[in-house]
């Protein structure tokens, strides 16, 4: 009465079983693979709205007409991209290698994006006058307007009325406040990244040296003071050490603006 292995298990029954559970396995090794097909996507999507986030800053940027390589330079903005210790965290986390490089391509995308966007916020963009306003004198060769003979002008005039409220044109540290020979009532801005910007012949002066100004905030009133004609402002734009064209950087806020 004893019944046999085949009878008590029968060859049918083994192939039943052995069946889910090969069906189980292929779908466990499927999950990593679609994991993957779905981070690579992720990065992907990030890494394209980055690269035209960052392009856009960049023509923005070339609009001013200082070169995009001296402002994006290593040297004089801090550093790496991507720290070293973090590329090499990524290589020893036991990630796939190409995933692993993959991650660390992308991170170097957003820091440079980040990067290009502090030198954007640092760029004096915004008109300095908060009124409508006239161009007067351009930057550039001109005739001085007291002895007649020509000579270089540093700035852009830009004429509006007595009082006319003068206004940061980027956030930045006021570095002087004061009377300066030739500009009369004079605030010097500091704005990082080898940016500063000079408002003279003011008829008052609205911050103190030292003082943290944001954009658009007032730090005088418009009037003829030094050697001036009549009253205007007189705006100058500096890049490491050198004066630049402010009209290149009016237009190129006012693309930001129609941008928006």
């Not at 992720?42 to 690269?51: G, K, Q």
């Amino acid at each position: 009465m004893a019944a046999s292995i085949d009878e008590a298990e029968p060859r049918q029954s083994r192939a039943l079983v052995s069946e889910p559970y090969q069906v189980t396995t292929v779908g466990f090794r499927a999950r990593p693979d679609h994991l993957e097909t779905e981070q690579e996507e992720f990065l992907s999507e990030i890494e394209d709205r980055v690269v035209e986030s960052s392009e856009q800053t960049r023509g923005v940027l070339r609009l001013t007409g200082v070169s995009t390589a001296s402002l994006t330079d290593d040297e004089a903005v801090g550093g790496p991209l991507v720290p070293q210790d973090f590329v090499a965290y990524l290589r020893d986390s036991g990630l796939n290698p190409a995933f692993a490089e993959r991650v660390a391509q992308v991170a170097a995308r957003v820091s440079e994006s980040r990067r290009l966007d502090g030198i954007a916020q640092s760029t004096p963009l915004a008109a300095p006058v908060a009124v409508d306003y006239r161009e007067t004198s351009g930057y550039g060769q001109r005739i001085d307007p007291f002895t007649g003979r020509p000579t270089f002008h540093s700035g852009l005039d830009m004429a509006a009325f007595e009082r006319a409220p003068v206004v940061a044109t980027s956030p930045g540290t006021v570095v002087y406040a004061g009377t300066r020979s030739g500009y009369g009532y004079t605030v010097e801005i500091d704005h990082g990244h080898g940016f500063k910007t000079r408002y003279a012949h003011l008829r008052d002066i609205q911050v103190q040296r030292g003082d943290t100004v944001a954009i658009g905030q007032r730090v005088g009133s418009m009037g003829s003071t030094g050697r001036s004609t009549a009253t205007h402002l007189h705006y100058e734009v500096w890049f490491r050490g050198r004066s630049v064209d402010p009209v290149n950087f009016l237009r190129a806020g006012r693309h930001v603006h129609e941008q928006g």
